[in-house]
């Protein structure tokens, strides 16, 4: 089953630690099977912090939703990721955005992530990898969703832009 996770570092080697969580990712979670560029973005939320470098990677895995999320947080642990403040500044997030067609709502995890569609940090590189991809719950593939979203915050392809790690 496809899996779609949003990769994003705006401390430290931000380059070198993308490499690393995939590699862990492909070691831990699951086989990579498609990655979008690697995307510079400001940030979103709290907009007062180093701008990001974010990567949408599809993945296939046996692994249950709740088994990649308990696996990606423990590799965010690995990786140096402190949890401090919500949309702060971190070495190292990975977000599920899709686990196939599955809509989830747990304590722990909802999926799709509820966020994709205000996101064009997300969008862009989802929309690179899987244009045609279905939204579960908003019928609408990915293109459709960038097309809609109103979120002005600069995204730039890393080859288009000084990556600064």
């Known amino acids: 089953m496809g899996i779609f996770l949003l990769l994003g570092s705006n401390q430290g080697d931000r380059l070198a630690t993308l490499l690393e969580a995939g590699r862990l990712i492909n070691e831990r ?11 510079t973005t400001q940030a979103w939320g709290q907009t007062e912090q180093a701008d990001f470098l974010n990567q ?3 993945i296939e ?3 249950r939703a709740e088994e990649v999320l308990n696996q990606a947080l423990e590799i965010e642990k690995h990786l140096g990721r402190q949890r401090i403040e919500k949309w702060g500044p971190r070495v190292i997030d990975i977000d599920i955005l899709y686990v196939g067609y599955e809509v989830i709502k747990t ?3 909802v999926v799709p992530h509820p966020q994709i569609p205000f996101r064009r940090f997300t969008l862009a590189p989802l929309t690179e990898i899987a244009p045609a991809f279905i939204h579960p719950t908003l019928g609408k593939n990915q293109t459709q969703l960038l097309s809609e979203c109103v979120d002005t915050l600069e995204v730039t392809k890393l080859s288009d832009a000084t990556a600064n790690t």
């Not at 086989?31 to 690697?38: G, H, L, N």
């Open 56 to 58: 949408v990677i599809e």
């Open 61 to 63: 895995s046996g692994l």
């Open 29 to 39: 979670i699951g086989q990579m099977v498609r990655s979008s560029s690697i995307y």
């Open 107 to 109: 304590d722990n995890l």
